[in-house]
């Protein structure tokens, strides 16, 4: 995953500094003095894949084998939702029905923390990992549950601590085949 540029970083620092004191601080006290660059750093991470459309970083395996359903259930995840710039957290559930192809396991927690990489809302993301996976494996079918806390509705504004949105996506046989999808739904629901 590509990083902020370091030509941006003297932006984000001058950033914070103006959002430190247009809330009434004061940037130049002991204790936030170094707050700017800790911000840059964190951002870098924290937004790592922002404008990047596409996921690179997979290996593909053939295989000859009839596989029904591969499912990697209950991948943590920490994303920042676009519109308040706080942060949305969870777990993201993928199935795929391969054809010919067998991606490799670790690359689909890559490929959902590449997708959290960018200011976002949960249906975005969502998406996102369905059409890379559809991309990527050329699969007979995909499915993405996302299972998410909001803290923009938790600890602020409608303030409802504790409450979980679900999003979902189905693709190809898992949207068309009911007992495949319910079969999906039974294994990454608790
Ligand atoms: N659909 C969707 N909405 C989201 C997501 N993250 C945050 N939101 C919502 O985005 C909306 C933004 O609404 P606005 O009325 O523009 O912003 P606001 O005044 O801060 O709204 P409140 O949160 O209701 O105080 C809110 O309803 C948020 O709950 C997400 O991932 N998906
Ligand atoms: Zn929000």
Redesign the pocket.
């Known amino acids: 995953m590509t990083k902020i540029s370091h030509e941006h970083k003297e932006q984000i620092e001058t950033g914070t500094r103006n959002l430190l004191q247009a809330i009434g601080d004061n940037p130049n006290r002991d204790g936030l003095l170094e707050t700017p660059e800790r911000v840059f750093k964190a951002y870098s991470e924290i937004f790592a894949a922002t404008g990047e459309t596409q996921f690179n970083n997979y290996k593909l395996f053939p295989t000859d084998q009839e596989t029904d359903m591969v499912i990697v259930a209950d991948i943590p995840f920490y994303a920042m939702?676009?519109?308040?710039l706080l942060p949305?957290f969870g777990t993201v559930s993928v199935g795929y029905i391969p054809d010919g192809e067998i991606i490799g396991l670790s690359k689909i927690p890559r490929l959902v923390d590449w997708a959290a990489r960018r200011p976002?809302?949960?249906?975005n993301?969502t998406a996102l990992i369905c059409s890379e996976m559809e991309r990527i494996t050329h699969p007979k079918g995909v499915a993405v549950y996302i299972q998410?806390r909001?803290m923009?509705?938790e600890m602020?504004?409608?303030n409802r601590p504790g409450t979980y949105?679900t999003t979902s996506l189905y693709k190809g046989l898992l949207k068309t085949d009911t007992l495949l999808r319910q079969e999906f739904m039974m294994k990454v629901r608790d």
């Open positions: 939702c676009e519109h308040h949305f976002s809302v949960q249906e993301m998410s909001h923009c509705m602020r504004g409608i949105t």
